[in-house]
């Protein structure tokens, strides 16, 4: 049985106890159509330990690791802290010596693991959470009186929530809003309804938009979750002009309907200092993770970086 066969059977014995970034179906998803393996670590007793699965790519015959589409975090798992010492440094000896000549990966904030990795170097990034979403009325305490409440109760009063948004409409509704910025959707509609639908199938997405009287959706959000958190992936305004609060509302409406669903609500953070006050006036805090990287040598890295691959 080969690794991936082996990394299947383990997300299906283990389930929420490996992030929804890690999981056998997620990979299966965002890399269709391109390369990805795991490498495992095993205990004593056979059992694997620690696992990490990964994206390849190729270009020129080089061979890399990155972070896959849509995916916020990747990085290891751990069956319990007392294995990440000996398999941190398993992976990152895999990683350095198989042939790979650049890598690049976000670490989850769970894991404060990049300390282990040898001569890989590692920076700080910020995404912005509510810890604690069970309690909707409280979470919505927390938002900023006038700059997210009352745009809120404003915005009731003529929008609607839209339950049965199809993926390929919100794909096609995703690239409208970025080519009235000028500028072209990085992600294809044909990628975009797929991620869409395979998580919705699983019971793992929600896609909502809200829209006015007369049928105009005026925003629309994509969410992944599992029961640890839920972590904002999409969203799309109207790009022929949208309520001014039509954005905080599909938040709000969001976080209410995944209060029973999950724990947290990841907004997918932002280094940019504009868009995090945006979060942080949802009563979101700054969570850290790791941006992990690791060159071969000085020459990989300027080929790299002149390639923009690292990203």
Same mark, same amino acid.
């Given at each position: 049985m080969g690794n991936k066969e082996i990394y299947k059977k383990l997300c299906e014995t283990e389930g929420s106890a490996i992030p929804l970034f890690l999981q056998y179906w997620w990979m299966e998803t965002v890399c269709a159509g391109k390369e990805w393996d795991v490498v495992l670590a095993k205990a004593p007793d056979g059992r694997v330990a620690a696992a990490m699965p990964y994206l390849t790519g190729k270009r020129w015959g080089m061979r890399y690791v990155l972070q896959p589409q849509l995916t916020q975090y990747c990085?290891?798992?751990?069956?319990?802290?007392?294995?990440?010492?000996?398999?941190? %440094?398993?992976?990152?000896?895999?990683?350095s010596h198989h042939g790979f000549l650049f890598f690049s990966q976000n670490f989850s904030p769970a894991l404060n693991d990049a300390r282990h990795w040898g001569e890989y170097?590692?920076?700080?990034?910020?995404?912005?959470?509510?810890?604690?979403?069970?309690?909707? @009325?409280?979470?919505?305490?927390?938002?900023?009186?006038?700059?997210?409440?009352?745009?809120?109760?404003?915005?009731?009063?003529?929008?609607? %929530? =839209?339950?049965? =948004?199809?993926?390929?409409?919100?794909?096609?509704?995703h690239a409208a809003y970025w080519a009235s910025r000028g500028q072209h959707d990085l992600l294809s509609q044909e990628f975009i309804t797929h991620v869409v639908r395979t998580a919705?199938?699983?019971? @793992?997405?929600?896609l909502l938009g809200v829209a006015d009287g007369e049928g105009k959706m005026h925003a629309a959000r994509f969410v992944v979750y599992d029961s640890n958190s839920a972590y904002s992936l999409l969203s799309a305004l109207n790009p022929e002009g949208h309520h001014n609060g039509a954005s905080a509302l599909l938040f709000w409406r969001m976080i209410e309907r995944l209060s029973g669903q999950t724990q947290a609500f990841d907004f997918e953070g932002s280094m940019d200092p504009s868009i995090a006050f945006s979060y942080s006036l949802y009563g979101a805090?700054? =969570?850290g993770y790791q941006h992990v990287v690791y060159y071969r040598n000085r020459? %990989?890295?300027?080929?790299f970086r002149t390639l923009k691959l690292n990203i």
């Open positions: 990085g290891p798992w751990y069956r319990s802290k007392s294995a990440m010492g000996d398999a941190s %440094v398993q992976f990152s000896g895999y990683f170097t590692y920076t700080e990034r910020i995404t912005y959470r509510i810890e604690d979403i069970t309690d909707p @009325q409280r979470v919505f305490e927390g938002f900023d009186k006038q700059r997210r409440q009352r745009p809120i109760r404003r915005a009731e009063k003529v929008l609607t %929530v =839209v339950e049965d =948004v199809k993926p390929e409409e919100f794909a096609r509704f919705l199938a699983r019971r @793992q997405g929600m805090r700054p =969570v020459l %990989v890295e300027r080929l």
